[in-house]
């Protein structure tokens, strides 16, 4: 047969309270195989209390040599941060 | 406008795309795996990888020799851990390998095969329970001195990677010497076994880095890439300068009659290191080229029917799922 095990994608939240992170990828045959790989390999030293498991095929992203086209237009609208705007003097709570 | 996560590689050369590349390359933006990089760039990360998994996975073998004879219940315990986390760094490696494109089966297969090499360090045996302490202390030690840098390397996956690894390896180090320690502070016997594991690790471990900045082939493209950072020689002499004065803290000898400090370079100098040697290994002669391999050959042979079966089991349960559904 020898068909390779599907790649995983490894999402591991740190502590209650923070979102869960991107750590990695490991081949497991199914989830539940996915998880206990997971926690083997990526929770040996207390880096973890919760773990996502995607298998990376369904993952969709957007494509690098668009990146230009998609994320750049926000560069150039400098008035959508706070700093832009000069408080004068005197004027608290801002 | 989107893409897979997991096959995304642009084909193809363009001159202006390598320009982009380089000039990325020198802002120091990390590349990442579905941005486009020259091929050559993607050979040798796929290269220096994967080689890199194959010696976390085939440097498990001389240490778990005395996982069943270590001397305590701690120890084995201990020795158990970085076993395990040997195992660890080799599967975070893999995958940072596989984003390149390359199939886990097909970097395994150039394994079994002979067709990629690992560290040399790890055909040689361990002999005695000080062999651990010293590849802890002097084999993980010198790989610390590689890592480090590789952290900051320019390929994002395998300077992450390296990230973990390094935390990790630290622990390696320090329990390594620790069992040095107490051999080298214990009778006459234990100590007499240090200085032996000491004579037989020192130069293995002095020629890790590799071959002479003078005779080696990728040190210059590499550099320019960002993922080399020092060469080799320079960080041998790190390597020396760090780990003389902890053999002298021992209280064991370096076998090496002409090393000495050097007040006009700041560096150790070393006597002649047996390059012979280092390349007849590469080659397959050390003294456990075979048996190393045919220990994988036979784990990757025996395990087929283990992977297989979880694979059908796998199938059968989401068939049914979707006949379910």
């Known amino acids: 047969m020898n068909k390779e095990w599907p790649l995983w994608e490894i999402f591991v939240r740190s502590e209650n309270g923070l979102a869960h992170k991107h750590v990695g990828s490991l081949h497991a045959a199914d989830a539940e195989m996915a998880v206990q790989n997971a926690r083997d390999l990526y929770t040996r030293r207390n880096e973890g209390v919760s773990i996502w498991v995607v298998k990376s095929s369904d993952v969709v992203a957007t494509d690098p040599s668009q990146a230009e086209a998609l994320f750049e237009p926000s560069e150039d609208k400098a008035y959508r941060h706070a700093t832009f705007y000069k408080v004068p003097e005197g004027v608290k709570h801002l | ?325």
Not at chain 2, 45 to 58: G, K, P
Not at chain 2, 171 to 179: A, T
Not at chain 2, 262 to 283: L, M, P, S
Request: glycine share 6%; charged share 25%.
């Open chain 2, 1 to 325: 406008m989107y893409t897979s996560i997991s096959d995304g590689i642009v084909e193809g050369q363009s001159d202006e795309r390598e320009a982009s590349f380089n000039e990325r390359l020198d802002r120091s933006v990390k590349v990442e795996p579905n941005d486009w990089m020259p091929e050559a760039y993607r050979k040798t990360l796929v290269r220096q990888i994967s080689q890199h998994a194959h010696s976390e996975i085939v440097g498990m073998l001389p240490e778990g020799n005395w996982i069943t004879r270590a001397p305590s219940l701690l120890r084995k315990l201990i020795l158990l851990a970085k076993v395990q986390d040997e195992a660890g760094h080799g599967l975070y490696l893999y995958s940072a390998a596989e984003t390149l494109g390359t199939p886990r089966d097909a970097m395994v297969e150039a394994l079994l095969t002979g067709k990629a090499k690992y560290s040399s360090i790890f055909n040689y045996p361990t002999l005695t329970w000080a062999d651990v302490g010293a590849i802890g202390w002097l084999v993980d030690g010198a790989a610390i001195i590689n890592q480090i840098p590789l952290t900051r390397c320019s390929y994002g996956p395998y300077a992450r990677a390296m990230v973990r690894i390094c935390k990790e390896e630290s622990f390696h180090q320090r329990q390594g010497f620790d069992v040095m320690w107490k051999l080298a502070h214990g009778t006459p016997e234990q100590h007499a076994m240090a200085q032996d594991a000491l004579n037989r690790w020192w130069w293995p471990s002095v020629m890790m880095f590799g071959p002479p900045d003078s005779a080696s082939p990728h040190n210059e493209q590499s550099m320019r890439w960002k993922i080399k950072l020092f060469t080799n020689d320079e960080l041998r002499a790190k390597f020396i300068d760090q780990t003389v004065p902890q053999a002298e803290q021992l209280g064991l000898r370096i076998p090496d009659p002409d090393l000495r400090w050097n007040e006009a370079t700041q560096h150790y100098d070393i006597g002649a290191i047996e390059w012979d040697e280092f390349y007849r290994v590469i080659k397959g002669d050390g003294p456990c080229n075979r048996e190393r391999l045919q220990t994988r050959v036979d784990a990757w042979n025996d395990g087929a029917w283990v992977r297989d079966a979880a694979m059908a089991y796998a199938d059968k349960h989401a068939a049914r799922e979707t006949s379910a559904a």
